[in-house]
């Protein structure tokens, strides 16, 4: 039996995720009569169709999906095998997708003890909100904050997250119970409208439209108002200590409410056996129990 060439299987993969013959062409240098003409072999050669032709492009058949899913995984490897093959290095890199805002006030000041215990591995971080695709791209974990369950995915507890209102020290002057508090400008993550709603249910209290209600794509922005006294935040009080600390922000009404979301380690199964995801597994459910 003759197996479809590995250039076929590349310009098929490339068809199948841009969805279209003209942009896989312009990204694999060739003409799109080339692509078709590959394309067409390879179905010929797997005796099946693996794409329909519509107007402005192409749809994958139901054979075609699962065809791609699996060549493109199959990609991937190939290449991450040939990245170490070509720079051993990278064989001891740990690449990762992180929340921005713990990245940065909670990752980063634990790294030091990362470097400390594992000085022969290096870590490549990147951040983002967004949801990742391991299929295409090249992570061994991401860090995501939510409630623990995301599909085809394993998840494991980092950081269980409480929520506290805080304010500028000259604002929480005019704030002294609950009926104040819904009252005053309120700090709102787009990406979670409800959590203000969830805090004062929690507390059996009803929240009724505020009158002031601010939104802000991300919680680097949301702190940022609040520490210039623009409005109220709920915030994780772990994550902003050092602006506790040292008076920037005070907490109000002494109030602590659990989160409904948590911050996780997450990954698909199948890469539970990679080296480098068990050596930072092992690291960060260290540094986990330390707080």
């Keep these: 039996m003759a197996y479809p060439s590995l250039n076929s299987l590349r310009t098929f993969e490339a068809a199948a995720r841009l969805l279209s013959f003209n942009k896989a062409a312009h990204e694999l240098c060739i003409s799109p009569s080339a692509v078709s003409h590959q394309v067409r072999q390879l179905e010929q050669q797997l ?12 749809t994958l058949t139901p054979i075609g999906e699962y065809y791609f899913s699996n060549v493109q995984q199959g990609i991937q490897i190939l290449l991450r095998a040939t990245d170490v093959v070509m720079d051993p290095k990278r064989s001891r890199t740990i690449k990762m997708s992180v929340v921005p805002f713990f990245a940065t006030r909670w990752l980063m ?6 470097q400390l215990r594992y000085p022969d591995w290096e870590l490549a971080i990147q951040t983002s909100t967004q949801k990742s695709d391991f299929g295409t791209e090249d992570l061994d974990l991401v860090i995501r904050r939510g409630k623990g369950s995301w599909p085809d995915l394993t998840s494991k507890l980092i950081l269980s997250e409480t929520l506290t209102p805080v304010c500028s020290p000259q604002m929480s002057k005019s704030i002294s119970n609950l009926t104040d508090l819904a009252q005053a400008p309120l700090l709102y993550n787009t990406q979670v409208l409800t959590e203000w709603a969830e805090f004062f249910s929690y507390l059996g209290e009803p929240l009724n439209v505020p009158t002031a209600r601010l939104e802000f794509q991300n919680s680097s922005q949301i702190l940022e108002a609040c520490s210039t006294g623009i409005g109220v935040a709920l915030m994780d009080p772990t994550l902003i200590q050092d602006e506790l600390k040292t008076n920037r922000l005070t907490q109000l009404l002494g109030l602590t409410v659990p989160s409904l979301r948590n911050y996780y380690l997450v990954y698909p199964d199948k890469q539970r056996e990679r080296k480098g995801l068990q050596v930072f597994l092992n690291w960060i459910e260290g540094s986990s129990t330390c707080e």
Excluded at 47 to 58: D, H, M, Q
Excluded at 109 to 114: D, I, T
């Design 47 to 58: 005796n099946t169709k693996l794409f329909t032709r519509i107007e402005r492009g192409v």
């Design 109 to 114: 000041p634990r790294l030091e003890s990362f």
